[in-house]
């Protein structure tokens, strides 16, 4: 009898949490089913979310292509004089549209985006050329046969010595990269250069082959090229359209511009204002910094080219040979803020 009584005792006070672990177990597993449902909820969402923004890119991608496919065939017409205005402006809602989507285009068709419209541009540029009247060539290849018929031999002509502009191909019809480009500078060392905002007005610019040159151009260019540079320090006002850095060293360059093309560069500082996003391909030790460079005018430049000094997305770079999510890419980096200024300014 004893021991049944301590055995009741025992059942009847032995473990007093037991009835309270029983009434909080629903508890628990109400929490835990609450938890379960917020986690589905988030994951359907964030599936959501990535539809939306594939759905996004589908429809840029493609509106892009329809954009590209008019320009193309304004310029492909026979009375392509009169459509060249038309062109230019569909280049220009074109690269309006480029620039709004960055946000949604994936890496691939950003970057196939931006090369067509500088296959565009080019083209433009190329296409106006050819409808110029008046062709220098074929006046001076009519006066040669008329000497050859003469019996006098022409005088050869004489080689251009390097000059402060670029390059101009022998015959019009030579297809090189530097054909279209009306101004710039080529295969200079040592030397301060400048151009003024008339020279440089909605103009395509080249600089090729410069070493150990400060360049200047106060003014407003349509597109800005710096090819095989050697320690040249660059500062441009606003440029209305693409920038495009190749092949170039130990150079610094200040520009604002709609947007950045970097490649095959090495140890260069770039002070940069860009409305889309800067891209670097086969760089490395690159360096970005805000563009603070400042002259009398700089105001009407930026008016001129378009751009909209709201948007500065110069830290919002995207390295094309990088493609580790969630990690930094080792190629480029932020210059440290005590060194933004910039140098020759």
Not at 62 to 69: D, H, N, V
Request: with cysteine; charged share 25%.
């Amino acid at each position: 009898m004893e021991a049944a009584g301590c055995s009741a005792a025992a059942l009847g006070n032995g473990d007093p949490a037991a009835p309270r672990e029983r009434g909080m177990l629903p508890e628990r597993l109400q929490r835990r089913e609450q938890e379960r449902q917020l986690e589905a909820e988030r994951r359907k969402q964030s599936r959501q979310d990535l539809e939306v923004e594939e759905e996004k890119s589908s429809f840029l991608a493609a509106a892009l292509a329809r954009e590209r496919e008019a320009v193309e065939a304004l310029l492909r017409g026979e009375d392509a004089a009169g459509r060249l205005e038309e062109a230019a402006e569909r280049l220009q809602g074109l690269r309006k549209l480029l620039n709004d989507s960055v946000r949604f285009l994936s890496n691939y068709n950003l970057r196939q985006g931006q090369e067509a419209l500088a296959q565009l541009q080019a083209a433009l540029a190329q296409r106006r050329q050819e409808l110029q009247p008046g062709k220098r060539f074929a006046f001076r290849a009519r006066r040669n046969q008329a000497a050859g018929a003469a019996g006098v031999d022409a005088a050869p002509a004489a080689e251009a010595p390097a000059s402060a502009s670029a390059r101009v191909p022998k015959d019009e019809n030579e297809a090189t990269p530097e054909t279209g480009w009306a101004c710039g500078f080529s295969d200079l060392a040592g030397q301060i250069l400048e151009k003024r905002a008339a020279e440089l007005h909605q103009q395509d610019v080249l600089l090729s082959g410069l070493t150990d040159c400060t360049v200047r151009l106060w003014g407003n260019p349509n597109t800005l090229r710096l090819a095989q540079a050697r320690g040249c320090r660059v500062l441009c006002g606003p440029v209305s359209t693409s920038v495009f850095l190749e092949n170039c060293t130990d150079c610094v360059l200040a520009v604002a511009c709609q947007q950045l093309r970097v490649h095959t560069t090495a140890n260069t500082r770039i002070f940069l204002q860009v409305t889309s996003k800067a891209i670097v391909e086969d760089c490395s030790r690159i360096q970005f910094a805000p563009y603070t460079w400042s002259y009398p005018g700089i105001e009407q430049d930026f008016q001129s080219s378009g751009l909209d000094r709201s948007r500065n997305n110069w830290n919002d770079v995207a390295d094309f040979n990088w493609l580790v999510r969630g990690v930094a890419s080792p190629n480029w980096s932020i210059l440290p803020e005590e060194e933004w200024k910039i140098p020759c300014d």
